[in-house]
């Protein structure tokens, strides 16, 4: 029996170093563990010269890909460049040329993972990704194995390590917006954009690829509203604190019978909530399930070695299959029809924060509580901080549940109060 797999690296940034390096220190340590040698013939980058902290054997160097997707020995190949194109193509190529392949591309998953599983299924080959989301944590598995008997009805999740650091420093070290971003980049956990980590971006692709496996639902990225973190003021952080709420950046995804909601923005939560103690670049996905109920799953979401430990049991994943049991191809999923419509943004129903900048004056309260009444929004408490001579004043509302298109007219309407001085900022609440 063959018990050798050879391996192929394409992309030797931060992730593919650390799971080079591991390839090479624990070769011994997985042929004891799980009886299989796997061998790293080639790994590809198109810059070489840059400095890492592990030395490859210099045959092993190309920046050739067609020596990864073409050599004939190569089992599997590994992506780890990121980005729709070239990944793309280089996985694609791969699987015609018969390999397996495992990615960390949330990105071109959840963009345009369609192509990417069908060109799987032609070739008989399997795509394997737990590393596209909450890195280390091992989630992917968990619903498309661990918790294949159930039925879903939430995910609620902090998908995203950059944003999650830079609200918590914010929040408890006063660290501004800016320089937490530039820690959270210099630690290598931001993406190579990091205007997909603050925009919410990211958060949506993974929530993307959770949604499918959790609902067999593809939705298209662009009917997932998604909000990021970037116009969050250390004041609200503040003022949230003040009135019992920690901000999170969440990934939303509810079903509601044959509807699904789904969404990525800013969202307060109670702070004895399990999901407001998560910080740093901690990860974690509340998941409730007909069978298994409430379960939360916690752990590093971002970083070399975390992501590298999930590339790494998809690496092993593969190669069982390859040396125990030929190939299969039990992970290519088709579309099911569970689901047949996307909630809009505007029918969603949340309660809200509200941060309006008013002049003190008589009135002023009550015409907004007289607007937002117009719109069946009702206020469940207020703060108003004392006045200063000559200054805008906050007043903070709390809003029982109401439709998000309800909330956006009153707000126009409030923001053309001429006692109001800026646009009213406002975050939606979580359970
Ligand atoms: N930029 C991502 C994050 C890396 O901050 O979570 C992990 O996907």
Redesign the pocket.
């Known amino acids: 029996m063959k018990n050798r797999v050879n391996i192929g690296i394409i992309g030797f940034g931060t992730i593919g170093s650390s799971v080079v390096k591991l390839l090479l220190e624990r070769r011994r340590f997985f042929r004891e563990r799980t009886g299989i040698d796997l061998n790293l013939s080639i790994v590809c980058d198109k810059d070489l010269k840059s400095k890492r902290d592990v030395s490859v054997p210099k045959g092993m160097l190309t920046k050739d890909v067609d020596r990864v997707i073409s050599a004939p020995e190569i089992d599997i190949v590994v992506e780890l460049i990121g980005g729709i194109h070239p990944a793309k193509e280089i996985i694609i190529k791969s699987l015609c040329s018969g390999k397996h392949v495992v990615t960390?591309n949330?990105y071109l998953l959840a963009a345009e993972g369609d192509d990417v599983f069908k060109q799987a299924k032609e070739n008989k080959r399997q795509v394997l990704f737990e590393?596209?989301?909450?890195?280390g944590v091992p989630i992917v598995k968990a619903i498309r194995e661990g918790m294949v008997a159930n039925t879903f009805s939430s995910i609620l999740g902090i998908?995203?390590?950059?944003?999650?650091?830079i609200l918590s420093q914010m929040s408890t070290e006063g660290t501004s917006f800016k320089a937490a971003l530039k820690e959270?980049q210099q630690k290598g956990?931001?993406?190579k954009d990091?205007s997909?980590?603050i925009r919410g971006l990211?958060?949506a692709h993974?929530l993307s690829i959770l949604s499918f496996l959790a609902f067999g639902k593809r939705v298209p990225l662009n009917e997932i509203h998604v909000e990021g973190i970037e116009n969050i003021s250390p004041l609200d952080i503040k003022y949230a604190a003040e009135l019992g709420y920690v901000v999170k950046l969440l990934a939303i995804a509810k079903r509601y019978g044959k509807e699904l909601e789904i969404r990525v923005h800013p969202t307060l939560l109670p702070s004895e909530n399990l999901l407001s103690s998560v910080s740093g670049?901690y990860?974690a996905i509340f998941v409730d399930a007909d069978l298994v109920g409430k379960q939360v799953f916690y752990g590093e979401?971002?970083?070399k070695l975390p992501?590298a430990s999930a590339v790494l049991s998809d690496i092993m994943g593969l190669a069982y299959t390859i040396v125990y049991c030929n190939e299969s191809n039990k992970y290519v999923a088709p579309e099911r029809a569970e689901i047949d419509k996307v909630r809009k943004m505007d029918d969603v129903r949340a309660r809200y924060y509200v941060h309006f900048s008013a002049i003190d004056k008589p009135g002023v309260l009550a015409r907004i509580a007289d607007l937002l009444g117009q719109y069946n929004i009702s206020i469940s408490s207020v703060v108003q901080k004392e006045r200063r001579a000559g200054q805008i004043i906050p007043i903070i509302m709390l809003t029982h549940e109401a439709r998000e298109k309800d909330m956006q007219d009153a707000l126009k309407k409030i923001n053309r109060l001429k006692t109001i001085k800026r646009k009213s900022a406002f975050i939606r609440l979580e359970k």
């Not at 590393?131 to 890195?135: L, P, Y």
């Not at 998908?159 to 650091?165: E, H, M, P, R």
């Open positions: 960390a949330k590393a596209s989301v909450a890195g998908l995203n390590g950059t944003s999650n650091y959270a956990y931001a993406e990091p997909l980590d990211d958060s993974k670049i990860n979401g971002a970083g992501t």
